[in-house]
């Protein structure tokens, strides 16, 4: 759910395709409520529709919303190929914006993906700020923008997700005064002393300052972008309000979270169960199953999380007859040299950690570099002793909710990143510093011996937290913010005041 949503947001979504309706079949709607993001709610399908709903939290949330109120959600359909004209699918009318292959080269690619997913990550691989690939990015904002303004109707919503979008709400205020809009990061807001890398850092806070609402996933989040507004702006924030001209402008925390409902479902199906039970035999009964679900990105320290699991066997308290780690990793942007480089390093020190503590028939880590359905990544969760969650840095981390959602018998342990935006609501997970090799192999040890009593009460804890907040919750509450925002625009008359 996340921009560049976590593992279990990438498997095949279980619905079934609706029917398409071409701009011929239906008339393009002006929208009381637009969603703006980098990328469409769906993907092309080889079944009889074209087009299929993509999975993942952001979608299954805003799509019930989009519906009640008429909604558009505009993005890129995902290649050259795809869709250039809007289109009807379940309900929802998608306008697609284009991007050529050389945007998607230096806008995606480059800026969004070599420049601010580093940067926004704590640097954990050098950011690299090329001058070619910020006019691009400013010119795919642009084109999303204007297509925004084209079909909002007067004074909508307007929700734009994250961090390849930040100039887009400045951009679409000077266009269409009238409406209300709301930002979101997805991905963590780095501190002043990183944000002040980035040759375009006032821009980049002027594009955000477009917004009546701007949403992060933590509180520390929200107080970093406060701090840089009154360091390299004009404006001045105090709390959670920066007053930009005569608007107020909110920073504020959104947590977001998942499907709760959707997760203790398939953990109940009979079917997803037996699977849950056939992996537990095929790993050995006897066995501490360990799990790890990832995107294959260099943010997730896969490879220091390897290290731990080999520090654990090579120093004789666990080896390939009572251990196992599953490693579920998700190709990602697999044509950026980084994530080939990561990819190299990952299976690597799987080869040697095999190759040096496995036997004939038995191996301590079995490594699945692909999607994997949701019923099937649900089954996992449900075999999993120890769940494995220790990026060096995340916005959230829906994987580390999923698991817990999944625990109905108030069994397992989670062993969780201190990083992460999950470790504030999941503070009785196993919290680790993902840097530190040496504790992550104490804390899984710890982990694995933990007592079922211990576990129960600390899954039960997490359990209630997750069910409190939902990604339902999260919706409700950032369209909520936007709603009640004041925002003022300019008439011909001096400045009209429009609120809800």
Known sequence: MNSDADAASASPSSDSPGTDVSTDDVSPPSGDLVVVANRL?????????????SPGGLVSALMPILREHHGVWIGWAGSLEAASEPFSHEGL????????PEEVENYYEGFSNSSLWPLYHDACQTPHYHRHWWNPYVQVNRRFAEKTAERAAPHARVLVQDYHLQLVPGMLRELRPDLR?????HIPFPPVELFAQLPWRQQILEGLLGADVVGFQTRAGAQNFIRLVNRYTSHRGVGQAIMVGQRHVQAREFPISIDVERFEALARDPAIRDRAQEIRAELGEHRTILLGVDRLDYT????????????????????VNDLVLVQVSVPSRESVDEYVEVRSRVEKLVGQINGEHGEVGQVPVHYLRRNLP???LVANYMAADVMLVTPFRDGMNLVAKEY????????GV????????????????VLVNPHDIDGMAQAIDRAIA????????RVRSMRQKIRRRTVFDWANDFLGAVDSASSFSMAAGGVTRESS
């Open 41 to 53: 709610p769906v993907h092309r399908s080889c079944l009889a529709s074209p087009w299929e709903t």
């Open 93 to 100: 009318f998608n306008v697609p914006v284009p991007i050529s």
């Open 181 to 185: 809009i709301g930002f979101f990061l």
């Open 300 to 319: 997730k320290g896969i490879d220091l999380r390897l290290r731990a699991v080999d520090e654990l066997l090579g120093s004789g308290r666990h080896s």
């Open 374 to 376: 949701i019923e099937e």
């Open 404 to 411: 817990i959602a999944c625990r109905l018998d108030d069994t």
């Open 414 to 429: 989670l062993v969780l990143s201190e990083f992460t935006g999950a470790a504030r609501e999941l503070d009785r997970a």
């Open 450 to 457: 933990m007592s079922k009593t211990e576990q129960a009460r």
